[in-house]
Each structure stands twice: as structure tokens, then as C-alpha cells.
């Protein structure tokens, strides 16, 4: 071998040969040195080369150069030909360089072949031909260097030459290892148009990479040329990688043809391929081809086993078709196949969404021969969650602690619905309950006596630290609760510190923990924009999941920035993720929200054109844009199809469709949907007469909204805080517009009564000599009200605003020393109350002070009540004081705000503040009306600052306002006087 690289050594270092006269015979020592390496064969081969080129026939002598190289069995053995060859004066052409690159690589010298090519082809400046360029890509290969090999061959290729089998699928196997399926399917292309193509194992790997990412057209592409080269029906396993690639693509239709072609070209079609296209279908709400599979399975005898029940019995729930889902239960019992936690968590989950808690519960006690379904976690917090919406407090604690006695470690999950259920401001206390019970039954470690919850905060911290030092994972589930309850505090920096630290532990950080952060910092102002928002979650190293990209598409929704929420999705889909039917309904309800009810349309469309199947939720915010925009006809088209795909619509359908009909004023229809849904067995939930109670307090309806508001009672429908903050918020905005405007009274809301009725007769209807407007049964209001549920921050304030509508300012401060010893801390909503009701009542001394003590950052709202308040109390200065400190805060005043403060200054002859102030609003195009903007014109006029009156007139016509006609005569008249037009 050191003899072979010598020899090629001294031919890559040998001059061109000269024009001298060539010797008669082949010197002595060379053909000595040949003799003795070679057999007569090759000793007649040479001696041909020498007399071809003796006779002028160069290009035949190297061609026999060529094959003698290629024959050769050794690099030592090619060298020697070559060098023979180039002593005779016969150049080494392209051919023949390319077959010695190629013998050298065969040989495991790809080192010397790159150098011969660098410095005798390239060197020399001849043209590589089709040979050159494909030896030197089996030569780059084989020293790795991937991206060289592949612009050669991109250069043969463009170049018209073509390449072979074996450089090509070197080339193409190399792009499957980094998964670049793609790319690797453009060569297949491009050398199968050349007439060349890839070795048959090289096409299998492709075809299967191709599957299992999900580009089907691509693989579909090459069925043709394997069943070519196979000479034979695809092999099963191909036509598996197509099948489950179909499947994961959602592409359930495709999957069952080729489900078909494999039976009939006589396949055995196995159980696990029959449950995955089963999953598909249930995936897409189509129960009518699940049952059909499921069907053909039990006439093949194939077993059947826990997770094809599972699987159908999980698709009927999703759908609220309980009683087929419990039928199937039946007979996953009758044919003796065991349940699992799975199976329980499903029916016991989907019968808590429907609010059937007492057979759910009896489904969690009552199970034979499931293990451990009385630990699952899951069960108990869907379980606890059904029972407080269901009004139950008392019951979802009691399970809540029954849970904990039963050592079951709770998740973030439960401790999510927690924070729903338990009183606010307190986050860090029950994320401390919650690390206590992963101690106490995770961990295995002594838990720390904890005597007082001063300085919770360090507390917490040090327990995450000695979780996380046993357990990981459980630390990791412990940091989900920390963070979310630091977020739903509003400390971000805090939850990223500890989500930092517990990462230097070791611990691997849920999504979850990060989803928390991120939406705390949209709701914190901090997320500006979406490129800000990439550039923190590649600094946190965080892959964002589905629930980070819906987070994210909500929190833009709500800003209304529509354009910014469909960049997220064609990220999301360049990233080859399917953007979820949730995040199609939030930009669809947005739309709808705005009245663009043509672009919800289109992206409804887009959604179906995605192969993404709507649910229910879905429909239901698409008929409820409908709806709120009196398109009555493609409502009801949209019923038809939630009744089609969903067999019966849910309370959900029926409360969104009745609520939007009634909203619209179309009670009418609002009644027959209400026919509708008590003919389907279904009772009208605490959700749609919340809503009706809300409705008919904003038309100013007192008598019959507390009728609506007694019939829960009576029909056995408990009361929420949700309820009870909508009927307090109501009913003080009504007393407040019907001091101002008249009653708005809606004709045909009898109707909806008489259908109420239906269920149980009502007991008792208020007295219609009862005056609802005054502030005695406001307060009788109140006093019933905290008699019968336990109020939140949230009906704390709705019962604070009552006192200062009824003028009982002492009791609302009262009520909030009782609220504050009850530990709920009072809000910015909490003090802006306050202290509208005493700029109302002309203190704004106290409206000031309430300002200053808040030891909390004050919102918008508070800013822009004080300075209203300021404005009409005639205190400019102040006023203007306050405007300034919100600019530096990055908080600018609303329009209604500088509205007020414009005729604050004008009022009070601050001219010159005031054309400023017109030069802000302008700048943030915020107009002033044309009757402030006029009278402040006026005003320099009259003060001779007729130059800043021009400069106002200037942009109240680039406003395109118009002067008020009183005026205008008036005031043209004296700017014309002055010359100034």
C-alpha cells in the first residue's frame, strides 16, 4: 500500500509530457518494473498503448488506459499505468483521471483520489466530463464532505451528464439520514428524468422517510418506479409507511382506499391497522365509518381488545353522544374486554362536560377491577371541577381533600381549577397546599414545618428546590403550579427566575410553566409584537407546543390584531404543524366580534380546506357571528350541519343560538330554538339565563329579569358568582341609564317565560308594585345577595358599587375592611369604584388619596377616572399634571378623557395647552368634536392668537369636520376680518 501512494504520489507530482521524438520501445526499468506487476495480459494492453500513440491515435490509447486502470486489482497496480502512460507521452484525459479517482476511492484511499482530482484535473484546467464528476462524488461521500458531494452531482446533473445509481443514492441516503426527504426526492426526480435512477434500498428508505413526514404526494409519486424495480406487488411494509403516513396526516378517506387495495391484492390486513384508521376516523368526528370498521373487524374475528373500545367509546363522548358511548361500554363489558383508568377517565370526563355528576361519580366508586382509578389524579380533578360549576363548594372541597387523604398527588391541572374555585389573591398559598401534598405523598422526604406564611414567596421557592432534588418530575409539575400562580399574581420575572433556577437543578420546565409566562407577559403589555415574542423563546431554548401557539393566537384576538394571529398560523404551517380547530375559532370568534363576518367566512373556509375538521365550538361561534349580524338564513343552514355532524346539538349549541337570536332582538326565533332544545331533553343551564338576566337588565327590564333570576331558583339551578355579579352589574347600570332615558321594553319576552314554565311552574313572581329602581331594594338586593353565597373579588365589587349607586358610601367602605379581613385584597377595579363615586358626589380631596395609597401600579381606567374627575372640578393644572405622568408611563388618555380635559382648558383660558392638546389627539387620531374644536377657535380669535387659530382650522379640515353651522358664518367672518384666510 506505501508503495501505491508513491507511485501516485510521483504521478500527481509529474510534468506534462514534452514534444520531444517518443523512444522506439518502453524504457528498460519501466517496462521491467510493469513486468513484474502485471501478468501478459497487461503486458500486451501497454504494449498497445505504446503503439497507438506511436501511429498518432491518442484518444484510443487513453481509452485503453481507462480499462486497463479499471481492471486493476490494486492502487499500486493503477499507478503504474498511469505513470506508464503519461512516460509515454500519452496525457491522462478526463476518462482516464475519473476511473483513477474511482479505483483509489474503491480502494479506501479517497485522500489521494481528492488530490489527484485537485491538482491534475482541476490543476491542469481540464474539463471534467460526466466520469470526473461522478468519481468525485463517491470520493467526497467517502470523506464526508456531504455539501461538496452534492454540488458535483448538481453539476453533472446541469451539465446534461448522467450520473450513476451508485453516486446518486449515496448522495440521497445521505439526505435521508439528516431528514431531508425533500431535497432528496428532488434528485430522485431529477436523475430518473435523466435515465438513470437509485439503487432499490435507497428508494425504499426514501419512500419511507417521505411517509413518516408526512409528504404523501412525494411518496405516492414513486409507487410507479418500485413496483417497476420490484417487478412485483409494493411489499407490505411499503404499503404500511403509506398507510400510517395517510393516518397521521389525517388523510383517513385515502388510508381506508389503500386499506382496500392492500385486501385485495390479498394483504393480511392486521388489527393495529384497523384501529389506527378506527382512530382517524373518530379523530374527525365520523362515527358512522368508525362503527363501520369496527363492524367488519367483528365479522373477520379479529380480537378485539381495551383500545378499540376505548378508542370508539372516546370518539362517541367527544361528540356528547353519551348513550351511544355507554352502549359501547356495555359491550366492551360483555364480550370480557377490561377497562382501564382510560376508559373511566373518558366516560367520567365526558359526563362531568354534560354536568351529570351524580352518575359520574357513581362511575369513580363504583368500577370493578380497574386499578388505581381511585388514585388518578385526572378523574378527581374533573370530578372536583364538575362540582363546583355545578354550585357544589362544599362538595368539590370535601373530594379535594379527600383526595389529598388518599395520597394522591395533585397536577397543575387541579390546581388550575383551584385558583376557579377558591377565593383570589391567595395563589401562593394554595401552590404551597400543593407542594405540601407532592411531599407528603411524591417525594418520600420529611416535609418542612412551615409555622407562619410570611414571606411565602421564599418559602415556596426552597420547597420547589427540595423536590426537585428527590424527583424531577415531580419538581417539574411543582414548578407548573409555582409559575402559574406567580403569573396570576402578574410576576413574570419572578416565575422566569424560578423556572431559571429549577432548570439549573436539573429539572426539565413543562410547557406549561412557559405558557404561563407568555401569556402573562401579553396581559403585562410586554409582548409587543410577534418577532419579540420568538426571539424570548429561542433565548429560553422553549419548543413551543400547540397550547403556546393557541395562547398566543387568543392574546392577539383579543388585541384585535387579526393580521398578527394569521402570521402565527403560517408559521405553524411552514413548520409543518397543523394549526388546531381551537385556533381557527379564536380568529374566526374575533372576526365575528368585529362584524367581519366575510373574512370569518373565509377562514372558516380555509379550515375545511385544511383537511382540519370543525367541532362543535367551532360552528357555534360561526352561527353566533350570524346571528349577531340578523344572517339568519346561513344560521339555520349551520344548525342543520351541527345536527347532521352532531347528531343532537348540545345546551352549549342551543344556549349560543338562543342567546344570539334574542341579543338581535329576534325573539322569536330565539323561542322556537328554546322548543327545540326542551323537545331534545335538555333543560336551560345557569350559562343561558345568566345571559337573559344580563340582557334584559341592559333594555332597563327590572321586573322580569329578577323573575328569570327566581326561576333558577325554582327549576333547581344554582346560582353562580358569574350569575349573581351579572344581576348586581345590571341592575346598577340600569338604575344609572333610567335616571337619564326611558325604559326600553322588548316586545315577545313573554314568549320565553311561557317556555321556561314548561319545566316546573314558578312559585312566586315579584310583586309588580315593587319599585326595582330605588336604592331600599337595591340595598335589599345586597343583603340577600351576601346572605346566600360566598362572594369573590370580583361580586365584592358589584356589591361596592351597589353601596355608592345607593349613595351608602360608609358601607362600601365597610364591606371592603370586612372583605380585606377576609384576606381578598382589593384591585385596581376596586379603588377605580370608589373613586368614581366620590368625584360624583363633587369629593375629589378623597377621590386623590384613594389614588395615592394604592400600593399597586394604576391601570388606564384608574388614570383616565381622575382625570376626568379633575377636569370637571375645574383643576387644569392638576389635570394636565396627571396627563404628562400617564405619557411617561407609556398610558395615554382615552377619547373621552381628552375630550374632557380640552374643555377643562378652554373653559379655563389655557389656550395654548389647549391647541397643544389638539396637536396630541391629532397625532394619536383622536378628533375632537367639531363643537370643542370650534369653541376653542373662538377663543384665539378673540385673544388675537389668530395664527394658532389657522393652524386649528387647518386640521379640522384635514379631519374632514366641518365647522357647526351656527358658528360658521361667525368665525369665517372674523378670520377674514384679520386677513387670515
Known amino acids: 500500500m506505501l508503495k501505491g501512494k508513491g507511485l501516485c504520489y510521483r504521478l500527481v507530482k509529474s510534468r506534462k509530457a514534452t514534444t520531444c521524438a517518443l523512444p522506439s520501445e518502453p524504457s528498460l526499468s519501466t517496462s521491467a518494473a510493469v513486468s513484474a506487476a502485471s501478468g501478459d495480459q497487461r503486458s500486451r494492453c501497454l504494449s498497445l498503448i505504446v503503439k497507438l500513440g506511436r501511429r498518432g491515435l491518442v484518444d484510443s490509447a487513453r481509452e485503453v488506459t481507462r480499462r486497463v486502470i479499471d481492471a486493476c486489482s490494486s492502487i499500486s497496480e493503477a499507478a503504474l499505468v498511469a505513470d506508464f502512460a503519461v512516460n509515454n507521452s500519452i496525457e491522462l484525459d478526463s476518462c482516464c483521471c475519473g476511473a483513477l479517482i474511482r479505483k483509489l476511492t474503491e480502494m479506501g484511499q479517497p485522500g489521494l483520489a481528492e488530490t489527484l482530482y485537485n491538482q491534475r484535473v482541476i490543476g491542469d484546467g481540464i474539463v471534467p466530463d460526466s466520469s470526473v464528476l461522478d468519481s468525485v462524488v463517491l470520493c467526497l461521500v467517502k470523506l464526508r464532505k456531504y455539501d461538496e458531494a452534492r454540488s458535483h452531482l448538481d453539476r453533472c446533473l446541469a451539465s446534461g451528464y448522467v450520473p450513476s445509481r451508485n453516486s446518486c443514492s449515496l448522495v440521497v441516503d445521505e439526505l435521508c439520514n439528516q431528514d431531508r426527504f425533500l431535497d432528496a426526492f428532488l434528485y430522485f426526480e431529477q436523475v430518473k428524468v435523466r435515465g438513470s435512477g437509485l439503487w432499490l434500498w435507497c428508494c425504499k428508505r426514501l419512500f419511507k422517510g417521505l411517509c413518516s413526514q408526512g409528504h404523501l404526494d412525494e411518496a405516492v409519486g414513486m409507487l410507479d418506479v418500485l413496483c417497476e424495480m420490484t417487478r412485483m406487488p409494493l411489499p407490505i411494509n411499503l404499503y404500511k409507511s403509506l398507510f400510517y403516513g395517510f393516518c397521521s396526516r389525517g388523510c383517513a378517506s385515502e388510508a381506508e382506499a389503500l386499506f382496500d387495495h392492500m385486501e385485495t391484492d390479498g394483504y393480511f390486513v392486521d388489527k393495529v391497522m384497523y384501529t389506527c384508521l378506527m382512530k382517524e376516523y373518530c379523530k374527525d368526528n365520523n362515527m358512522t365509518m368508525a362503527m363501520r370498521l369496527y363492524l367488519r373487524m367483528v365479522e373477520k374475528s379479529c380480537e378485539l381488545d381495551t383500545y378499540i373500545f376505548n378508542t370508539l367509546i372516546h370518539g362517541f363522548m367527544k361528540l356528547g353522544m353519551l348513550d351511544k358511548g355507554r352502549v359501547m361500554f356495555s359491550q366492551m363489558i360483555k364480550k370480557g374486554v377490561h377497562s382501564n383508568v382510560f376508559t373511566y377517565h373518558t366516560m367520567i370526563g365526558s359526563y362531568c362536560k354534560e354536568g351529570n355528576v351524580d352518575y359520574a361519580l357513581r362511575l369513580f366508586e363504583n368500577n370493578t377491577g380497574v386499578e388505581d382509578i381511585s388514585r388518578n389524579v385526572h378523574c378527581y380533578t374533573n370530578l372536583i371541577s364538575a362540582l363546583y360549576k355545578k354550585g357544589g363548594l362544599d362538595k368539590a372541597v370535601d373530594l379535594l381533600m379527600k383526595m389529598l387523604d388518599n395520597g394522591v398527588v395533585p397536577d397543575h391541572i387541579t390546581y388550575f381549577v383551584l385558583l376557579k374555585m377558591l377565593p383570589r389573591c391567595h395563589e401562593l398559598k394554595y401552590a404551597m397546599v400543593i407542594l405540601q401534598a407532592i411531599v407528603d405523598n411524591g417525594c418520600g422526604i420529611d416535609p418542612p414545618v412551615i409555622d407562619d406564611l410570611g414571606n411565602i414567596e421564599v418559602k415556596v421557592e426552597s420547597l420547589l428546590e427540595e423536590v426537585a432534588k428527590k424527583d424531577a418530575k415531580l419538581a417539574a409539575e411543582g414548578l407548573a403550579v409555582v409559575t402559574t400562580a406567580l403569573c396570576s399574581q402578574g410576576k413574570s420575572s419572578a416565575a422566569l427566575s424560578s423556572i431559571e433556577k429549577m432548570a439549573n437543578?436539573?429539572?426539565?420546565?413543562?410547557?406549561?410553566?412557559?405558557?404561563?409566562?407568555?401569556?402573562?407577559?401579553?396581559?403585562?403589555?410586554?409582548?409587543?409584537?410577534?418577532?419579540?415574542?420568538?426571539?424570548?423563546?429561542?433565548?429560553?431554548?422553549?419548543?413551543?407546543?400547540?397550547?403556546?401557539?393557541?395562547?398566543v393566537v387568543n392574546e392577539l384576538c383579543k388585541n384585535n390584531d387579526i393580521d398578527a394571529a394569521y402570521a402565527v398560523v403560517d408559521v405553524m404551517e411552514e413548520l409543518g404543524l397543523r394549526p388546531t380547530v381551537a385556533i381557527y375559532s379564536a380568529i374566526i370568534s374575533s372576526l365575528g366580534k368585529q362584524r367581519r363576518v366575510v373574512e370569518a367566512e373565509e377562514t372558516f373556509a380555509k379550515m375545511l380546506e385544511s383537511g382540519i375538521q370543525p367541532?362543535?365550538?367551532?360552528?357555534?361561534?360561526?352561527?353566533?357571528?350570524?346571528?349577531?349580524?340578523?344572517?339568519?338564513?346561513?344560521?339555520?343552514?349551520?344548525?342543520?350541519?351541527?345536527?347532521?355532524?352532531?347528531?343532537?346539538?348540545?345546551?352549549?349549541?342551543?344556549?349560543?343560538?338562543?342567546?344570539?337570536?334574542?341579543?338581535?332582538?329576534?325573539?322569536?326565533?330565539?323561542?322556537?330554538?328554546?322548543?327545540?332544545?326542551?323537545?331534545?331533553?335538555?333543560?336551560?343551564?345557569?350559562?343561558?339565563?345568566?345571559?337573559?338576566?344580563?340582557?334584559?337588565?341592559?333594555?332597563?327590564?327590572?321586573?322580569?329579569?329578577?323573575?328569570?333570576?327566581?326561576?333558577?331558583?325554582?327549576?333547581?339551578?344554582?346560582?353562580?358568582?358569574?350569575?349573581?355579579?351579572?344581576?348586581?352589574?345590571?341592575?346598577?347600570?340600569?338604575?344609572?341609564?333610567?335616571?337619564?332615558?326611558?325604559?326600553?321594553?322588548?316586545?315577545?319576552?313573554?314568549?320565553?317565560?311561557?317556555?321556561?314554565?314548561?319545566?316546573?311552574?314558578?312559585?312566586?313572581?315579584?310583586?309588580?308594585?315593587?319599585?326595582?329602581?330605588?336604592?331600599?331594594?337595591?340595598?335589599?338586593?345586597?343583603g340577600k345577595v351576601k346572605k346566600t353565597i360566598v362572594p369573590n373579588l370580583y361580586l365584592h365589587n358589584a356589591i361596592i358599587t351597589g353601596y355608592c349607586a345607593a349613595g351608602r358610601l360608609d358601607e362600601a367602605y365597610n364591606h371592603l375592611e370586612s372583605m380585606q379581613k377576609e384576606g381578598i385584597v382589593p384591585n385596581q377595579v376596586t379603588y377605580t369604584i370608589l373613586m368614581k363615586y366620590h368625584i360624583e358626589a363633587g369629593d375629589i380631596e378623597s377621590a386623590i388619596d384613594l389614588f395615592e395609597e394604592t400600593t399597586f401600579e394604576p391601570d388606564k381606567v384608574m388614570y383616565n377616572t381622575l382625570l376626568k374627575g379633575l377636569c370637571e372640578c375645574e383643576r387644569p393644572v392638576g389635570a394636565l399634571n396627571l396627563m404628562l405622568e400617564m405619557q411617561r408611563k407609556g398610558i395615554y388618555p382615552n377619547r373621552d378623557s381628552y375630550e374632557k380635559l380640552l374643555q377643562c382648558l378652554c373653559y379655563s383660558r389655557l389656550t395654548m395647552e389647549a391647541v397643544k392638546l389638539v396637536k396630541d389627539m391629532a397625532a394619536l387620531n383622536l378628533w375632537p368634536r367639531s363643537i370643542s374644536h370650534t369653541w376653542l377657535i373662538y377663543i384665539l380669535c378673540e385673544e388675537k392668537k389668530l395664527r394658532e387659530a389657522r393652524a386649528l382650522f387647518a386640521i379640522m379640515v384635514q379631519s374632514g369636520r366641518s365647522l357647526l353651522n351656527c358658528t360658521k358664518p361667525g368665525l369665517l367672518k372674523m378670520l377674514n376680518q384679520n386677513q387670515q384666510l
Open 615 to 782: 367541532d362543535e365550538i367551532a360552528y357555534m361561534i360561526l352561527i353566533n357571528t350570524y346571528a349577531r349580524n340578523a344572517r339568519i338564513n346561513e344560521a339555520n343552514e349551520l344548525v342543520e350541519e351541527v345536527v347532521k355532524n352532531f347528531v343532537r346539538p348540545s345546551s352549549f349549541t342551543y344556549t349560543v343560538l338562543i342567546s344570539g337570536f334574542v341579543k338581535t332582538g329576534m325573539i322569536e326565533k330565539g323561542c322556537q330554538y328554546l322548543d327545540k332544545m326542551l323537545e331534545d331533553g335538555l333543560s336551560p343551564n345557569v350559562v343561558l339565563y345568566t345571559f337573559l338576566i344580563g340582557h334584559f337588565l341592559k333594555k332597563g327590564d327590572f321586573k322580569f329579569s329578577f323573575t328569570l333570576f327566581g326561576l333558577m331558583g325554582e327549576n333547581e339551578i344554582k346560582h353562580d358568582h358569574i350569575a349573581y355579579i351579572t344581576l348586581l352589574s345590571g341592575l346598577w347600570r340600569a338604575m344609572a341609564r333610567k335616571r337619564k332615558r326611558k325604559v326600553s321594553v322588548e316586545p315577545g319576552k313573554e314568549k320565553i317565560l311561557r317556555r321556561l314554565l314548561q319545566t316546573k311552574p314558578l312559585a312566586s313572581i315579584p310583586s309588580s308594585t315593587c319599585n326595582y329602581g330605588s336604592k331600599s331594594f337595591a340595598m335589599e338586593v345586597i
Open 505 to 551: 437543578l436539573g429539572c426539565s420546565p413543562l410547557p406549561f410553566s412557559y405558557n404561563s409566562v407568555i401569556k402573562c407577559l401579553f396581559q403585562e403589555g410586554v409582548i409587543k409584537d410577534l418577532g419579540f415574542l420568538v426571539n424570548l423563546i429561542q433565548e429560553w431554548g422553549f419548543v413551543p407546543d400547540p397550547d403556546t401557539y393557541l395562547i
